[in-house]
């Protein structure tokens, strides 16, 4: 899986959209961009993932750049549950493995 | 649907002794299985693949005697730790590939916090 890079930390007042950006200069054709969360001693949670084209999904939006080098994950109206650590990952469907970095630390502040 | 339990949730126990902790995908069958270690302020660390049906394929530096996995249906994977120490102390996650996120998605169960004493 290529390389991803995020900032190690972001806030974002609630109510407002967060967006989370994510860097994959080196991903390859055939690698998707997946985004997960997790919340404090939890499991990650599955958000969303994309190819080529912007998707959407009750929880999330995700925005692709036309060259698929980086990417922002968004969410519209940000709530004091979506405090977590949001990882991106570039993952190609003939590698099992997924590879998680060290992700965005995302706090919401009332 | 997409949801994985793990059970226990948390667990102590004393050193030397076998833990069990099972990994289900409860609306969905998961023909891959992973085992995966969190240290606190750390990222997930991979363990191990499980295919049902077949052994596991463990990353480098994980002990497989130690670190026991049996996938033997394809909504139930288990991973016993042998002969616990306190350095085995971790958060245990496992996630099953699946689900209606597609055939290549992983759904991760809620974790299992060891505590070896």
């Known amino acids: 899986d290529a390389k991803t890079t995020q900032p190690t930390s972001m806030d974002c007042a609630e109510g407002r959209a967060a967006n989370l950006p994510c860097n994959h200069s080196?991903?390859?054709?055939?690698?998707?961009v997946y985004w997960y969360r997790q919340i404090h001693s939890q499991g990650p949670q599955y958000i969303i993932h994309?190819?080529?084209n912007n998707e959407t999904n009750e929880m999330a939006s995700l925005i692709i750049t036309e060259d698929r080098k980086s990417s922002t994950l968004i969410l519209p109206h940000a709530t004091l549950r979506d405090t977590a650590v949001y990882y991106c990952?570039?993952?190609?469907?003939?590698?099992?493995?997924?590879?998680f970095g060290t992700g965005t630390r995302l706090t919401i502040i009332p | 649907g997409a949801v994985v339990s793990q059970h226990p949730s948390r667990v102590i126990c004393k050193s030397g002794t076998s833990v069990k902790i099972e990994c289900r995908s409860l609306?969905?069958?998961?023909?891959?299985m992973f085992w995966y270690r969190q240290f606190p302020k750390q990222s997930l660390m991979l363990m191990a693949t499980?295919?049902?049906?077949?052994?596991?394929?463990?990353e480098q530096g994980v002990e497989k005697d130690k670190f026991l996995i049996n996938h033997a249906s394809l909504t139930l994977s288990t991973l016993t730790v042998t002969s616990a120490h306190p350095e085995d102390s971790s958060f245990y996650i496992c996630?099953?590939?699946?689900?209606?996120?597609?055939?290549?998605?992983?759904?991760f169960g809620p974790g299992t916090r060891l505590l070896v004493l």
């Open positions: 996630s099953a590939r699946g689900g209606s996120g597609g055939a290549e998605t992983q759904y």
């Open positions: 080196t991903i390859s054709g055939n690698e998707y």
């Open positions: 994309g190819l080529k």
């Open positions: 990952i570039a993952h190609n469907f003939g590698n099992e493995k997924l590879t």
């Open positions: 609306d969905f069958q998961a023909t891959t």
């Open positions: 499980s295919n049902e049906g077949s052994k596991a394929t463990y």
